[in-house]
């Protein structure tokens, strides 16, 4: 591995951080013992700036650029945002609905097999309104409420990785 700069951070696929590298967790580190890494990173990510200062913490999050991209919100270095798990509220959804629809048929019929993209209750199943005709919509406890008030995962896809910052290295030109 080629030297790397002071407070290089990349992406390493093993359960340990290579020598000379820390676990970018957000654990603070003294600053007499790292003062080069302390004059790159500041108080940014934390620590009071007097004898501590802390790593960036990218456990279970997506880094993204600093600054303002045309017509995006202006984001700042250290800053934090976003959530692991949401409650999506019945306030925040668009007004719709839901017809599915049914026909009368119990199967077999052309017009009410699967192929032609309806339902088909199986014998002794209700799935519809008999009294509505054919086709008639759903019995309204077959399109229920879902969720509880309860947070769903908020995640994006994501691959195991641990993000490593140089603690050693070369100190970075400012030209």
Not at 68 to 73: D, F, I, N, R, V
Not at 105 to 115: E, F, T
Not at 128 to 141: L, V
């Amino acid at each position: 591995m080629s030297s790397p700069f002071v407070a290089e951070i990349r992406i390493f696929p093993f359960n340990f951080a290579p020598r000379g590298w820390a676990f970018c967790q957000g654990q603070l580190l003294p600053i007499a013992q790292n003062t080069a890494l302390f004059s790159l990173l500041g108080t940014n990510y934390g620590g009071d700036g007097r004898s501590t200062f802390a790593l960036p913490n990218l456990q279970g999050i997506v880094p993204m650029h600093y600054q303002q991209g045309p017509g995006l919100s202006l984001h700042v270095l250290g800053e934090t945002g976003g959530s692991a798990a949401v409650t999506v509220l019945s306030s925040q959804l668009p007004a719709h609905t839901h017809t599915l629809q049914a026909f009368a048929g119990r199967g077999g019929g052309a017009a009410d097999s699967p192929a032609n993209s309806v339902l088909t209750p199986s014998a002794g199943a209700e799935v519809y309104d008999p009294g509505a005709g054919a086709p008639s919509p759903m019995n309204a406890n077959a399109i229920g409420l879902t969720g509880g008030g309860q947070p769903h995962n908020n995640l994006m896809p994501y691959l195991t990785l641990n993000f490593c910052i140089a603690l050693q290295g070369i100190y970075p030109p400012r030209s």
